[in-house]
């Protein structure tokens, strides 16, 4: 969720900035040219009120124009800017450099037409610092309310360019500097908000696997998610008290059914001296008491299976799987049934050693049950990166693929194998066992025929 809270945070805080920064870069542009454009209008004054008292086509000497010839070559001798003052009909009065000479068309004729009109020009076309551009600026000399000369200055913009981009780098660095700085935040910000979602994700799935007593510390994040947590965690309790009242009921009843059970079973067994011997009824009855029996034991196992903590502790799981198959092997020779044990003769995982061996005696029994005399069910023993595993694989009728999917419910039986002694609690209780200590039980066809149920425990501890 961080992955992709993240970069919208991003790409929102990086457009803001943007939508900040060409403005401020615009801006920068417009502040250096018409710092510029400033200067020029000042020096269009100055050379005006020069030009303004200097006697219209004098031949020869003229003192004020020599003056105003010299400023304006001291002019661009320093600065390198082009200026001159010219008569209506585009005769200079005084210019320099003395090759430079009016354009014909363009932005400096149209300045010149716009200044014999008897007003300054209009601000030049904004230079960019791409651009090789030039600012032209004209004002009108003025005597006795007629335009008699316009003053033109052509200015490079080499500077002022050069100016605008040291300006636009700084806005460039800053905008960086706030970017990184954004994406500190927004991680910090992101971090502090999905942490309750991540602590409640982690709680979740350690009710769904069993750890009941997992909480949530409703102390950090956005109050939205704090009331979250506190929520999440009622929910918990309640749950938890349903499933302990339903523990409680189940223990209870099966606890306390067993005493009218067994009084119930010694008064048939009275009945069954005054009745013939052989008597089929009352073998019936017989048979289905005891499997009433069977069920309650059953049921009490799994309200244990479910309430008690797993005693998880590294555990050699080819050792102890071994040690089933010995234990099983003269019910298999009984029966006729080949069992065999191979794989990883040593390999350690973490597991609740008793919910293991109480869960492989449960499959170990279902598969000799269900494999005929003369085949064979085979124990392998595995080893993986993240978990060990224990495969029982018998060579009986097995399941569709209809009944896999229902294979551990409680109480649930196959249809063809009604007949067969059990209550159809073993897999469940096996399921709960697992799951206390971290494992996993899994079901799938046999080829060619048959069943094959994988147990997984963990290789690593609780605490990684």
Not at 24 to 42: F, N, P, Y
Not at 151 to 159: G, H
Not at 222 to 240: G, H, Q
Request: aromatic fraction near 4%; hydrophobic fraction near 45%; include cysteine.
């Amino acid at each position: 969720m961080r992955t992709r809270l993240l970069p919208l945070l991003i790409v929102l805080m990086a457009s803001v900035l943007l939508a900040l920064g060409f403005p401020l870069a615009v801006s920068v542009a417009a502040a250096q040219q018409q710092g510029v454009v400033i200067d020029r209008i000042d020096d269009t004054a100055r050379f005006a009120a020069l030009a303004q008292f200097i006697t219209e086509r004098t031949h020869g000497y003229d003192e004020r124009r020599r003056t105003l010839q010299t400023e304006l070559e001291t002019y661009d001798s320093v600065y390198g800017i082009r200026a001159g003052v010219f008569y209506r009909d585009d005769s200079a009065m005084a210019k320099a450099p003395a090759t430079w000479r009016l354009p014909v068309e363009g932005e400096g004729r149209e300045a010149f037409n716009e200044a014999l009109l008897g007003r300054r020009s209009h601000d030049p076309p904004q230079v960019w610092p791409w651009q090789d551009g030039r600012v032209v600026v004209a004002s009108p000399v003025v005597r006795d309310g007629d335009v008699i000369a316009v003053v033109v200055i052509d200015s490079p913009t080499a500077q002022m360019r050069s100016d605008t981009l040291r300006g636009w780098l700084v806005i460039a660095a800053g905008e960086v500097v706030a970017m990184l700085v954004a994406v500190g935040a927004a991680i910090r910000l992101t971090g502090w908000v999905l942490l309750p979602v991540r602590t409640l994700d982690v709680a979740a799935h350690d009710i769904a696997s069993g750890r009941m007593r997992s909480r949530v510390a409703a102390s950090g994040g956005p109050p939205e998610l704090r009331r979250l947590a506190r929520s999440f965690n009622e929910m918990a309790d309640n749950v938890e008290d349903v499933l302990e009242q339903q523990r409680a009921f189940v223990a209870d009843a099966s606890h306390q059914l067993r005493n009218p059970l067994a009084a119930l079973l010694l008064r048939i067994e009275l009945l069954a001296l005054e009745l013939p011997e052989g008597n089929e009824e009352i073998a019936s009855v017989r048979t289905e008491g005891k499997r009433l029996g069977q069920v309650l034991d059953d049921l009490l196992d799994l309200a244990l299976a479910e309430h008690a903590a797993a005693d998880l502790q590294l555990t050699d799981i080819g050792a102890l799987t071994a040690e089933r198959v010995s234990s099983w092997r003269p019910v298999a020779e009984e029966r006729g049934v080949r069992l065999r044990a191979d794989g990883a003769p040593a390999v350690t995982a973490w597991t609740d050693p008793i919910a293991l061996s109480s869960a492989l005696d449960a499959i170990i029994d279902n598969a000799l049950k269900f494999t005929p005399a003369d085949e064979e069910v085979r124990v392998t023993v595995a080893s993986g990166s993240e978990c060990v595993t224990v495969v029982v694989a018998d060579r009986g009728p097995g399941l569709t693929e209809q009944e896999l999917e229902r294979v551990g419910d409680r109480f649930w039986r196959s249809s063809q194998h009604q007949n067969v002694r059990g209550s159809g609690l073993g897999l469940s209780i096996s399921q709960a066992l697992l799951a206390a200590s971290r494992g996993s039980l899994a079901y799938e066809r046999h080829e060619p025929h048959g069943l094959r149920v994988t147990v997984s425990v963990p290789r690593n501890g609780p605490h990684g």
